[in-house]
């Protein structure tokens, strides 16, 4: 019997209020969706962030030095805890062997949180980020925008 050697792409497209994950198995059209994941909806309240507070003093080692550390707001806090959410997610579908190539479709700068968040073997693993907000699509015209954003980044479409 002769051992599979077609690749295994996992699809990611997302933005900040949705990540939506298909597979494509050895190049073959049409994406195969496997999850879609929505943020954990908290609440965007200043008094659980007392530690990242506009004026809070840290000491920078020199003498009589001090400084303000730089504010993170809530809104970036939950951008970051969904982009660590999505990557887990990136992880598991490696671990369970769905995933050869990663490609990453995300409107910026979201895409530069994802892939902070991303793993080191999900990164090994990334063939291309695409700075492309694409999650209004449905898949049809998703396919296509797709494809050509591949091929206008001069990447290969496996």
């Known amino acids: ?14 933005n900040s209020g ?11 059209w049409p994406l195969q969706p496997l999850e879609t994941i929505k943020p954990v909806a908290e609440p965007l309240r200043g008094d659980h962030d007392r530690g ?10 020199r003498p009589g030095g001090t400084s303000l ?12 805890a969904f982009a660590r959410q999505i ?16 490609i990453i479709a995300a409107s910026c700068p979201f895409l530069a949180a994802l892939q902070s968040s ?9 063939i291309s980020a695409l700075d492309v907000d694409l999650t ?7 396919e296509r925008r797709l494809e050509d954003h591949l091929r206008r980044a001069d990447h290969r479409v496996f």
């Open 18 to 28: 949705e990540a939506r994950l298909f597979s494509r198995l050895g190049g073959q």
């Open 52 to 61: 990242s507070q506009t004026g809070h003093m840290v000491r920078d080692g």
């Open 136 to 142: 209004s699509f449905g898949l049809t015209e998703l």
């Open 69 to 80: 550390s730089p504010r993170m707001d809530p809104m970036r806090k939950r951008h970051m």
């Open 87 to 102: 990557s887990e997610s990136i992880d598991q579908a490696i671990k369970n062997g769905s995933c050869d190539e990663l």
């Open 118 to 126: 991303l793993s080191v073997h999900a990164r090994k693993c990334m």
């Open 1 to 14: 019997m002769k051992p599979n050697t077609a690749h295994q792409g996992l699809f990611v497209i997302a």
